[in-house]
């Protein structure tokens, strides 16, 4: 079974931190990692990672995949108290018809 | 293109009571998806679609039921509702072999 583990759960930051989020997940045949930002609505995709060491980036938000050591990291920069959010990991297998194995989420609230 | 639209928003059931929500996307995606999520849980896939009239089992299935007559529509079936199927509701779709997943807004559901 596809298992996805996010840490910390949930914390707290002052606006202008910087926040660093982990996921690390046990999946056979990986294909891809993803990140979503979830508000008080539906998840939004931010990155799809399929190859280690290749940093994706989006605006004060980036995020970097490490396939031999079996983790991913979500970092946001200068945060902003639109940052507050819960930031899901998902792992998805070959061969899985994109079905993918959710972690718990991050939560992550900036207070100004 | 409204992407993925599901109804109702907002539903309170009294146990015992069936109930169906509806899911509809307009991006002609052949693979959609239902996912419960519970606080702090994340997303637990709930059925599954890769077409118009094949469905399957993800990993919570017991108590619900779907079908797919169309590539549009994906209806998820509550028979004999319980508190225990207390839950925000989110149905997504994707491209083939494309791991993004879009999200529908969410249906909230309540059974006392």
């Known amino acids: 079974e596809d298992k996805v583990v996010q840490s910390p759960l949930s914390l707290v930051v002052h606006e202008g931190d910087t926040v660093t989020l982990n996921c690390s997940y046990e999946v056979t045949n990986f294909r891809s990692l993803l990140w979503y930002k979830q508000e008080k609505k539906a998840p939004t995709f931010l990155f799809m990672l399929?190859?280690?060491?290749i940093e994706k980036k989006s605006g004060r938000l980036s995020s970097i995949l490490d396939k031999k050591e079996l983790f991913s990291i979500l970092n946001i920069t200068a945060t902003q108290t639109g940052d507050s959010a819960i930031y899901l990991c998902a792992v998805e297998a070959l061969y899985g018809n994109n079905r993918l194995a959710f972690g718990k989420g991050n939560q992550v609230v900036v207070i100004p | 293109n409204a992407g993925v639209t599901q109804t109702p928003k907002f539903r309170i059931l009294k146990i015992g009571q069936s109930m169906t929500l509806q899911c509809t996307q307009d991006m002609n995606h052949n693979y959609m998806y239902w996912y419960r999520q519970d606080p702090g849980m994340g997303l637990k896939l709930i059925y599954y679609s890769v077409g118009a009239g094949i469905t399957d089992k993800g990993e919570v299935p017991n108590g619900y039921n779907v079908s797919r007559s169309t590539t549009e529509d994906f209806p998820l079936r509550l028979e004999l509702a319980a508190p225990s199927q207390t839950s925000v509701y989110f149905c997504a779709s994707s491209y083939v072999r494309d791991g993004r997943q879009y999200f529908g807004p969410g249906t909230r559901l309540t059974v006392t």
């Open positions: 399929t190859s280690s060491g």
